[in-house]
């Protein structure tokens, strides 16, 4: 099983939807996960932090699901400015190697 | 606000060359990191320092591939002898503190080698 698994998209949604994506990791060490948001050719930024409350920022909500490792981000009333690609984040046990996953990719059309 | 700044922000080479990227965190951030990404994939974990000592290194780092931080400012990223694999997007990134949280990312370095 890979470290993170994430399913690529394109996920193509119209404004408005409500839209989840899933990651699942392997290390049942891991304590805290992130989201973090990447827009074309430009670098990631962090979107939201993900404990094991979850977290709530607006219109994105994260959680966690430690039993099944995976953490999940749902993204509702999505804008056109959401279009991006979302990269999970999953921290060692041990270590300072954050490793991302390959990422969502999200389009919101009109 | 000034953010991590990488140069250049582009670099052609020819195979076989050696190139040098450099990289200046935010200034008080005592961790720094270096990543690769290729089109399509998630950035890949390359090397960590912590302040001047470099505590984590990839197994899938070759031996062409050095990275130095010696005053614990900032830092440079060594390829020698470019192969047409190495071509991708080098990002680092820097953040303050004991904990993974927040890593703040340059714009990147994007290699390409011919």
């Known amino acids: 099983r890979k470290e993170v698994e994430q399913d690529p998209g394109p996920f193509n949604v119209p404004e408005g939807a409500t839209v989840a994506f899933n990651c699942t990791y392997s290390?049942?060490?891991?304590?805290?996960f992130f989201w973090y948001r990447q827009d074309c050719r430009k670098e990631p930024k962090l979107l939201m932090s993900?404990?094991?409350s979850g977290n709530e920022d607006g219109r994105f909500t994260a959680q966690l699901n430690r039993a099944s490792q995976y953490i999940s981000l749902l993204i509702r009333d999505s804008k056109l400015s959401d279009s991006a690609t979302y990269l999970c984040?999953?921290?060692?046990?041990?270590?300072?190697?954050?490793?991302f996953g390959t990422g969502t990719q999200l389009k919101v059309e009109l | 606000d000034t953010g991590v700044s990488q140069d250049p922000r582009h670099k052609i080479t020819k195979r076989g060359q050696n190139v040098t990227f450099r990289c200046d965190p935010i200034?008080?951030?005592?961790?720094l990191y270096w990543y690769r990404q290729t089109l399509g994939q998630g950035p890949e974990f390359l090397t960590y320092f912590q302040n001047e000592a470099q505590l984590e290194k990839s197994r899938l780092l070759s031996d062409r591939f050095s990275a130095e931080r010696p005053k614990g400012s900032f830092s440079t990223l060594e390829i020698q002898r470019t192969e047409q694999g190495d071509s991708a997007m080098y990002l680092c990134?820097?953040?303050?503190?004991?904990?993974?949280?927040?890593?703040?990312f340059g714009s990147g370095t994007q290699l390409s080698v011919l």
């Open positions: 984040v999953v921290p060692p046990g041990g270590g300072n190697k954050l490793t």
């Open positions: 993900v404990y094991s």
């Open positions: 290390n049942s060490a891991s304590q805290s």
């Open positions: 200034s008080e951030h005592n961790r």
């Open positions: 990134a820097s953040s303050q503190g004991v904990s993974n949280e927040k890593l703040f």
